[in-house]
């Protein structure tokens, strides 16, 4: 079994602390956390079957619907959050389809509003959740500069928010490169593609103070530190 994500919780207000996991497999479970930190009984599992790669788990900011994307099978799923003094339930309350061979990789989650980077279509999509519980794609971008044109080994792989969730940061592979994204009204608008500085970036993340940027490169073994503009929010390295 190969885990792709974990995800701490803790529901409100039974204060039960709970981790999520997805696996490459297509598995989804939930397991109790005990105050000593160790892993308690099994609240939830499901398996999405056949070609499925499970890769990413979300949780919306007010703590009520879980989001998990299946990179195999080219869709979103939602679950809503059932808790209550005994234990956490999820229901699936639907899901988006992608076009096949979108490979939906990684969520950022700003209100209502969902941003999914793809994997080998190298895509930024736009969706938002709907009070009917329902997706809309508001619309879809490349990761890329204008007329870039896409490598046969160009995947988009890691994406995060800033601190005031008005700007998104993502990692593509082959070209090996950090865009950044303005969202000025929700809206998407690429404002830098700068080199990563290393080879196949994987994850990036922000520094809690939210002055840096870490990209992990895998191939090359290393770790760049950008500084971010605290005007313009682009990256320097």
Do not use: W
């Not at 039960?16 to 989804?28: E, H, K, N, S």
């Not at 809309?136 to 971008?141: A, L, Q």
């Not at 922000?206 to 971010?228: H, M, P, Q, R, W």
């Amino acid at each position: 079994m190969v885990l792709m994500a974990l995800v701490l919780l803790q529901s409100i207000p039974y204060e039960i602390f709970y981790i999520l996991l997805v696996t490459q497999t297509g598995a989804f479970l939930a397991f109790r956390l005990k105050k000593d930190g160790t892993i308690g009984k099994k609240l939830y599992e499901e398996h999405f079957g056949k070609n499925s790669h499970i890769h990413h788990v979300c949780l919306s900011q007010n703590g009520d619907f879980i989001f998990i994307t299946d990179l195999g099978n080219d869709k979103l799923f939602a679950y809503q959050v059932h808790e209550t003094s005994c234990g956490i339930d999820f229901c699936n309350i639907g899901c988006f389809s992608f076009p096949n061979q979108t490979e939906p990789r990684h969520i950022a989650i700003k209100n209502n509003d969902l941003y999914i980077i793809t994997e080998i279509s190298c895509k930024l999509y736009h969706l938002r959740f709907l009070e009917d519980l329902t997706f809309e794609c508001i619309e879809v971008h490349s990761l890329l500069p204008e007329n870039t044109n896409l490598g046969d080994d160009f995947t988009g792989c890691a994406i995060t928010l800033s601190q005031n969730k008005d700007f998104l940061y993502t990692s593509i592979r082959g070209h090996n490169s950090i865009s950044v994204f303005s969202l000025k009204n929700q809206t998407p608008d690429l404002i830098q593609n700068v080199s990563c500085h290393g080879n196949n970036p994987r994850d990036i993340t922000i520094c809690k103070n939210g002055t840096s940027l870490l990209c992990a490169n895998y191939l090359s073994d290393s770790v760049s530190s950008f500084e971010i503009d605290q005007n313009t929010r682009t990256a320097y390295l």
